[in-house]
């Protein structure tokens, strides 16, 4: 029973861990078209090798992001069907060797976790020689995703704090060798995050729109009945 008792106390102690980082807010506009098609570039450059949305069509994020067919083939060269959805070529089995598990399809990503929780995760890879990559997240602990971002933001150190049982990550020291400034890096992580708000829900485009009409016409129309109704009154206490 003791050996049990450790046990899910390590437990606790591993998720109390992941659980405390903070979570960061950055300037998140899946309305802003220039930020969310910086975002889709990224997306296809950096993260299309591993990663699909599934969810996603491309004639649907041609459409939304305004793009000529040439900009679509710029951004997904190997597109085979401008109807079919954006799905990569990595077979899950080659995923599972190469990182231990397969890249997750990122669709709903944004709808599951949020938008602070993706924008805080890009931010918070450390060098840990410990990993097979060489780097660990300090809001996903363990993760098999590399830092694929390292050219442009640097590499930096975790600022650990002792908590019982382990080491918790406080914060990070200044990244070197990065090609961007952190102000720089925090922008493009908000465009990506950015896309990936908008691939969990394109509608959002049209519905958030939509729905503050449908909110006016809502109070006119409580305004209209009101009033009918005064009237109405005004003719049964006069009757």
Excluded at 5 to 10: G, T, V
Excluded at 132 to 160: C, Q, R, S, Y
């Amino acid at each position: 029973m003791g050996r049990w008792l450790a046990l899910l106390l390590l437990g606790t102690f591993g998720f109390l861990k992941a659980e405390e980082f903070p979570l960061q807010k950055g300037e998140i506009d899946p309305f802003d078209r220039e930020s969310v098609r910086r975002g889709a570039q990224l997306f296809a450059e950096r993260c299309f090798g591993c990663h699909s949305l599934k969810l996603l069509r491309y004639r649907r994020l041609q459409r939304d992001l305004e793009l000529t067919d040439r900009e679509m083939r710029n951004l997904f060269p190997g597109m085979e069907r401008i109807h079919g959805t954006v799905v990569t070529g990595l077979d899950p089995e080659e995923g599972k060797r190469w990182f231990g598990a397969a890249p997750p399809d990122l669709s709903v990503r944004a709808r599951a976790r949020g938008a602070d929780w993706i924008y805080t995760f890009l931010l918070s890879f450390y060098r840990d020689d410990r990993r097979p990559f060489g780097v660990n997240n300090a809001l996903l602990e363990k993760t098999a995703m590399p830092h694929v971002l390292w050219d442009l933001e640097g590499l930096k150190e975790a600022i650990l704090e002792e908590r019982g049982l382990v080491k918790v990550v406080k914060g990070f020291t200044p990244p070197e060798g990065g090609k961007l400034s952190p102000e720089a890096y925090r922008k493009l992580v908000a465009d990506v995050t950015a896309f990936l708000v908008y691939a969990a829900e394109p509608a959002l485009l049209e519905r958030v729109p939509l729905g503050k009409w449908v909110l006016l016409y809502l109070l006119l129309l409580t305004f209209v009945l009101y009033r009918l109704k005064k009237l109405y009154w005004q003719e049964i206490e006069s009757s």
